[in-house]
């Protein structure tokens, strides 16, 4: 088992930046991929960003590319989602979750889950 929980949403104006983490707490950290997803009102689900065990892969949702940066201490057992130039479509709940796999961009993927947190940039 994996506790995830998220920290560092809030309200930004666009252009703005803020840096979320996703710190988990059970078995080895370092044995899961990490992602963040986020979901805005009355839409599905999207992936952002992955990255891998180790921390050598990343990967990006095209929308947040350029602009979002996914990264891991696992000696903290913590990954953190530093996120640039926010704008107003950036609005959503964003959460976090772990995988088995080496790494992953689908939400089926993954295992255990935070709660989220709210993430409003205002135009």
């Known amino acids: 088992q994996v506790q995830l929980v998220e920290s560092g949403g809030g309200l930004v104006q666009a252009g703005g930046s803020l840096r979320l983490s996703c710190a988990a707490s059970?078995?080895?950290?370092?044995?899961?991929?990490v992602g963040w997803f986020r979901q805005a009102p009355g839409k599905e689900r999207e992936f952002v960003a992955t990255?891998?065990?180790?921390?050598?892969?990343?990967s990006y949702a095209d929308s947040v590319k350029g602009r979002f940066t996914i990264s891991r201490d696992n000696a903290k057992n913590t990954v953190y989602l530093q996120m640039n130039s926010l704008e107003p479509e950036d609005t959503a709940v964003y959460s976090c979750?772990?995988?088995?796999?080496?790494?992953?961009?689908?939400?089926?993927?993954?295992?255990?889950w935070g709660q989220g947190t709210q993430v409003t940039v205002s135009s």
């Open positions: 990255i891998s065990r180790s921390g050598g892969i990343t």
């Open positions: 979750a772990a995988a088995t796999t080496s790494w992953a961009r689908g939400a089926v993927e993954y295992d255990y």
């Open positions: 059970g078995r080895t950290f370092s044995s899961y991929a």
